[in-house]
């Protein structure tokens, strides 16, 4: 099993922690204190060495904020994780705060009217987080960065990884890290930068073509590299991660070079240095700024090229979706042959692992599987433990959210599932989820368009009846990489344009606190639309279905569904019937057949 079922954190343990750093701040003469859901990478997934969050609070969502004063603790958490924040924190110790109707900024200078230091480390925070923090906050409260209070106050802190570093097949890549350097040192010159600071993993692991084992379950490695406008790569990483078929993957011009000399680097680079504000780390800044290193803002360099896949990545990854569609209806099969009451999450959880694990080309799963019934279903990321197992009952419709890396691809799909006859109620509201995934799946749209374009899309059948959900309707996707990967998102906040190549997850939901939860979700890709006769315009896009694993058609109030959207489901299942058929053992085949019948 790749996934643990125990308890990683406990409410209890906050209070005496938070003690300890409230002793902490007031021998650093600080009068607040910022804790975030980071790490020097920015990554949304961190190593248990930097899980300061959860270590301080006992919440282990994946995006969160606190802000420590002398008398209040704010946990800052988006509408993904109000309900978990409010069940994994002690209340009486720490206040949940909703994102984004509260911004940190705000609350500091509500709950800090007498002004004063507060204090946070700048390898944990961005340029452009800070300056937003600080636009909010009146003259008297002022932001200090300096050395990291939890680090200080955590006595069995666990050692940075040293996972190691393997290179990833230039065929699934699509073009060799040669190739890559040399385009992207092109663009340095262009800018008249003479050097890039790349911090995010998945960034180094797009640009050498190499994969890491630091992070659970996103196979990239940590460190931090230096491009410079000759194509060279200083890459500072620990040399336990480093083997002698990857030095001989790197060549002459990527050097690896240990982390500690990394500030030193900085410091000898003579600019202009291309930062991108959205991700490097402050303290990278002050270095270069102390050493009058001229900067160049901008995006990350790898940010775009990584985000479009090449044709190669692209066809890799539609390999490794058709495995694991194999794999879900192996599960679906099964899953409908047992009676309500026999089943628990975990059950659930282990039983879908060994299927794609029956694969043999499993890797890992690509994030803790969410497998919530009945109230459960309502966390939008619920991740079952010993404690919090529950049995699914007759009545209940359970929210399967899971995925796996496959060394040519990363997948992420989720279906709803009725345990026993579903109710109207229920029926009516994943009629409406499936409205708005199926809007998005058909859609022919102008390019240079955003996800913040679309997203209503998604959302208006729900609207129609005043509901809606709390997350954005999609993310991006890496290839063999990162499950959640920028800079596109299908969301109302994201003003990236989408381009071919962009793989984005397409799962709009619905969850109703303390009773179900709803959400189908289809991993897409844009391509170019073909042309459509009689029209005035050529430049459209569209997308591409990645995944195939059949929609629960007992979930399905059919009268809600226009004639359109019951041609598009009917195709979709035709295309499962095709593509995965043929892969299936005899009675999942079976299954599959039944399971697909036209509406």
């Excluded at 705000?106 to 937003?132: K, M, N, S, Y």
């Excluded at 708005?436 to 374009?453: H, K, T, V, W, Y």
């Amino acid at each position: 099993m790749f996934q643990s079922f125990a308890e990683t954190a406990r409410p209890e343990q906050g209070p005496p922690r938070l003690a300890l750093l409230r002793r902490a701040m007031a021998e650093a003469g600080l009068a607040g204190y910022i804790v975030p859901r980071a790490d020097a990478h920015q990554g949304e997934y961190v190593a248990a060495c930097d899980a300061r969050l959860a270590w301080l609070t006992g919440f282990t969502g994946s995006a969160g904020l606190c802000v420590v004063l002398g008398d209040e603790a704010g946990v800052f958490v988006d509408g993904r994780y109000r309900v978990q924040a409010r069940a994994q924190v002690d209340t009486d110790h720490f206040t949940p705060v909703d994102l984004p109707e509260t911004k940190p900024g705000a609350w500091l200078a509500r709950h800090l009217p007498e002004g004063g230091a507060v204090g946070f480390d700048p390898w944990l925070f961005t340029p452009e987080q800070i300056d937003e923090l600080t636009a909010a906050l009146p003259e008297g409260i002022r932001l200090q960065p300096g050395p990291n209070l939890i680090d200080s106050i955590w006595p069995d802190r666990p050692a940075p990884p040293t996972g190691a570093i393997t290179p990833w097949p230039d065929d699934l890549a699509g073009m060799s890290h040669a190739e890559k350097r040399a385009r992207l040192a092109e663009e340095l010159r262009k800018s008249g930068a003479r050097a890039a600071v790349i911090t995010l993993s998945d960034s180094l692991a797009w640009l050498l073509n190499i994969r890491g084992a630091d992070i659970p379950r996103n196979p990239v490695p940590q460190g931090f590299a230096i491009l410079h406008d000759d194509g060279r790569v200083a890459l500072y990483v620990d040399h336990a991660k480093v083997s002698d078929p990857l030095r001989a993957h790197f060549g002459e011009d990527v050097s690896h070079v240990p982390p500690f000399k990394f500030e030193r680097a900085l410091d000898a680079l003579k600019g202009p240095v291309l930062l991108d504000r959205k991700s490097v780390p402050v303290r990278v800044v002050t270095r270069l700024e102390a050493a009058n290193v001229p900067i160049l803002w901008g995006d990350d360099p790898c940010i775009l090229p990584k985000a479009q896949k090449a044709p190669a990545e692209i066809k890799a990854t539609r390999t490794a979706h058709l495995r694991d569609g194999m794999a879900m209806c192996e599960f679906l099969a099964w899953f409908d042959a047992q009676s309500p009451g026999t089943l628990t999450e975990i059950d659930v959880v282990t039983r879908l692992e060994a299927c794609r694990a029956a694969t043999g080309q499993l890797l890992d799963i690509s994030f803790d599987t969410i497998a919530g019934s009945g109230p459960n279903g309502a966390l939008p990321h619920y991740r079952v433990s010993e404690a919090s197992n529950r049995r699914l009952q007759a009545g209940d419709l359970l929210v399967l959210d899971s995925g796996g890396q496959y060394l040519d691809g990363t997948t992420d799909i989720t279906r709803t599932l009725p345990v026993g006859e579903p109710g109207p109620e229920e029926r009516a509201a994943f009629t409406r989820v499936l409205q708005g995934m199926i809007a998005i799946s058909r859609l022919r749209f102008p390019r240079g368009l955003a996800g913040r374009d679309l997203d209503a899309l998604a959302r208006y059948p729900l609207w129609l009846a005043d509901q809606d959900y709390g997350h954005g309707t999609g993310h991006g996707v890496g290839v063999y990489a990162c499950v959640h990967e920028g800079p596109q998102r299908l969301s109302r906040v994201s003003e990236v344009a989408l381009r071919p190549g962009m793989i984005l997850s397409n799962e709009p939901g619905y969850y109703r606190e303390g009773a179900f939860g709803i959400r189908i979700e289809n991993l897409i890709v844009v391509r170019e639309a073909a042309p459509v006769a009689g029209g005035d315009r050529a430049t459209h896009l569209d997308f591409e279905t990645l995944t195939y694993a059949p929609i629960d058609r007992r979930l399905i109030a059919r009268d809600m569904l226009s004639e359109a959207e019951r041609l598009w489901l009917d195709r979709y299942h035709a295309a499962c019937r095709d593509k995965i058929g043929p892969l299936l053992s005899n009675p999942a085949r079976i299954w599959l057949g039944n399971a697909t019948q036209p509406l």
